[in-house]
């Protein structure tokens, strides 16, 4: 009886946690569709059909381009040896750990109208105007979603392609094929389903993508995501917003159904292939990545230090002087609520990922499997938005417990494919004498995946500490974090401001980016 309640408890309290915060904000968005009269039904769709296709199209190029990019480094930590591979390896979880609005940042330093490459380039020939102005629309948006998210491509081909059985392609050469036939015949086909669900994942962050296409798209180039922001900000079209925010799911939930389906077809084996010392050609393009992802982060210290007269902390100073009028918040106020925030999506997402992950322990259940799956079709400004139809006007709690509902479904992964590795066997014996099951877990089991807790937390931790589309929906001006913070000052183009607010925010993403490579490589976590 004790085992079943305790079972029932584990099960219960995570489905009840995520019908209050998640399905049933969820519902009440669906059905404010119905409020929608004919003629504004007509307008919506006009607008909906605009805003799918500019998120549809730019989403596609930015996975090409990301793929483009992608691909090449993963062949090259896959099939080589060189010096900075581990540093690339461990890049690979930058678009899960770190904020977007970092990416803007570190994109507008980098080919900003005053940006690195634009000085140079005027200081070299004697310009006076910048010569590259791409940063801005839809060239500057695919850019910056690429830079982004080609480490997801790194990261998913480069596992699969280190783990490809050598022998097939060994035989296929002694039997006469060449490199290329290899490759096209033998290589891609077991690359491919790695390959979709990389797609996929890249596609759907592209798709709904907010912090990128808020700042570098602007108004003249709205996205559904963007499009519901504005709608419910500016418009106070609820049920325009409610539209669209239907459509975005309908779409993005399919593209998911289909990443889940290449993602049981990706089976990791323990054959590692032979790799070569990195030739003249992968060296070159392994400094070029590392030049790509240094640079940014040199030029945002120096951005937030320099001044006309020389070197100077005055801009810091200057943002930790006083409250800001862009912000409705003071620098530290912005700092402590954005830890605040994630120290309790974390708690919250590990507590019941840890609970639902223990009571479907090795259970093959579909229904909880595509509950979990569809909640990677919410954006942080969807459920904002059920939020505002579904609860008070006081919304600070609300931020940090919608954090935990985006970061679940990856906290509920890390852990229960962590409790799955564990030998039934040790379990059994445990049971066998006499232990209640949770004494069993607290005992015999949680030790054994402490790891996968750990990275669990700090997945959660970086995840609520780069959102910015729920915190600037429910914010309201009250309670600004770090990367509202960014974005206020990138909005009016005070870069050197967004760069010293952008150094603390990379301090503390840093210890979770490296909390999660330490415990990933330790535990066995597979997180994707």
Request: include cysteine; charged fraction near 10%.
């Amino acid at each position: 009886m004790g085992k079943n309640i305790f079972i029932k408890t584990a099960f219960w309290m995570p489905v009840l946690f995520l019908s209050v915060f998640f399905f049933y904000p969820l519902l009440l968005v669906f059905l404010k569709v119905l409020d929608i009269n004919a003629v504004s039904l007509e307008n919506n769709f006009f607008f909906a059909g605009r805003y799918f296709w500019n998120s549809f199209v730019q989403a596609i190029f930015s996975t090409l381009l990301s793929f483009l990019i992608g691909f090449p480094a993963a062949y090259l930590v896959a099939r080589n040896d060189f010096f900075g591979k581990n540093f690339l390896k461990s890049i690979s979880l930058v678009p899960f750990v770190f904020p977007s609005i970092l990416g803007v940042l570190f994109f507008v330093i980098r080919f900003g109208y005053n940006g690195v490459l634009n000085r140079a380039l005027m200081g070299f020939f004697g310009l006076s105007e910048p010569p590259i102005q791409v940063l801005y629309g839809f060239y500057g948006i695919i850019l910056a979603h690429a830079f982004y998210n080609f480490p997801v491509f790194l990261r998913i081909i480069g596992n699969s392609w280190e783990s490809l059985e050598g022998k097939m392609e060994v035989t296929a050469k002694t039997l006469g094929a060449n490199n290329f036939q290899v490759f096209f015949m033998i290589t891609l086909p077991q690359l491919l389903p790695s390959i979709i669900a990389a797609a996929s994942i890249v596609f759907i962050y592209s798709f709904m993508s907010f912090a990128i296409v808020l700042t570098l798209g602007g108004a003249g180039f709205s996205t559904i995501e963007t499009g519901i922001f504005y709608a419910i900000n500016r418009q106070l079209d609820f049920s325009g917003a409610a539209l669209l925010a239907l459509i975005q799911f309908g779409f993005l939930f399919f593209v998911l159904v289909l990443l889940n389906r290449f993602s049981k077809n990706f089976v990791e084996q323990e054959f590692e292939g032979k790799k070569s010392k990195a030739g003249v050609v992968s060296k070159v393009f392994a400094l070029m990545l590392g030049i790509t992802i240094a640079v940014p982060v040199l030029a945002l210290i120096l951005f937030s230090v320099s001044t006309q007269n020389g070197f100077s902390l005055s801009v810091i100073e200057e943002i930790f002087s006083g409250k800001n009028t862009l912000t409705g918040d003071t620098a530290l106020g912005s700092i402590f609520n954005s830890l605040f925030f994630a120290l309790i999506a974390a708690f919250f997402s590990v507590l019941f990922g840890l609970m639902l992950s223990f009571s479907l322990q090795r259970k093959n259940n579909w229904l909880i499997e595509g509950l979990v799956i569809s909640s990677l079709a919410v954006s942080g400004v969807m459920l904002g938005f059920g939020y505002i139809l579904g609860f008070s006007s006081n919304f600070f709690w609300f931020i940090p417990l919608g954090h935990a509902v985006i970061a679940f479904p990856f906290a509920y992964k890390i852990i229960s494919h962590a409790l799955n590795k564990i030998s039934r066997e040790t379990v059994f014996a445990a049971t066998v004498s006499g232990a209640s099951p949770l004494k069993n877990f607290l005992l015999i089991q949680l030790p054994q995946i402490k790891g996968a807790v750990a990275s669990a937390a700090s997945f959660s931790f970086a995840i609520s500490l780069g959102e910015l589309g729920l915190v600037m929906l429910l914010s309201q001006g009250k309670f600004a974090t770090m990367n509202v913070y960014i974005q206020r000052f990138l909005s009016v183009y005070n870069i050197q401001a967004a760069c010293a607010m952008g150094l603390i925010l990379i301090f503390f993403s840093g210890i979770s980016f490296y909390v999660i490579e330490k415990t990933i490589g330790k535990s066995g976590v597979k997180w994707i």
